[in-house]
């Protein structure tokens, strides 16, 4: 039997409403630096962590996205060892019928990924291969 491997937490996910104003809040009143800007490639969204080590993937990101503040948190995000590993919690979770989005991938940093639903309605995501360790 294959051993198993602990999801490794990698990101808090948060919409706001002016996408500038928001970096500047977090880089300078929380000592923040932007890890990956997505705006030159269409998003409107920027992970924001921990100084970078050169050469490192980040070890936890805060991922703002440009949208309607509709919640004060989207979703947390856990890395997973594989896609088999995505594909068995999403098993579990349709299991339990708390399954939101069923494994798919969508190419770029995000890659391969699951949405479940936490017993009070949050938002959890499990992925697999996106550029960050996770801690």
Same mark, same amino acid.
């Given at each position: 039997m294959p051993?198993?491997?602990?999801?490794?937490? %990698?990101? $808090? %996910? $948060?919409?706001?409403?002016?996408?500038?104003?928001?970096?500047?809040?977090?880089t300078s009143l929380c000592g923040l630096s932007i890890a990956r800007d997505r705006r030159p490639e269409g998003r409107h969204n920027v992970w924001l962590g921990p100084?970078?080590? %050169?050469?490192e993937d980040p070890v936890f990101v805060l991922v703002l996205i440009q949208d309607e503040v509709k919640a004060r948190l989207d979703h947390f995000g856990f890395q997973c060892e594989s896609r088999a590993e995505v594909d068995r919690i999403a098993e579990l979770a349709r299991e339990q019928n708390i399954l939101i989005e069923p494994p798919q991938d969508i190419g770029g940093v995000v890659g391969y990924f699951t949405m479940v639903r936490d017993p009070d309605g949050h938002l959890v995501e499990f992925t697999a291969g996106q550029p960050l360790r996770g801690l």
């Open positions: 051993a198993l491997h602990m999801p490794r937490w %990698t990101h $808090i %996910t $948060i919409n706001v409403s002016d996408l500038e104003r928001s970096i500047q809040f977090y100084p970078p080590v %050169t050469g």
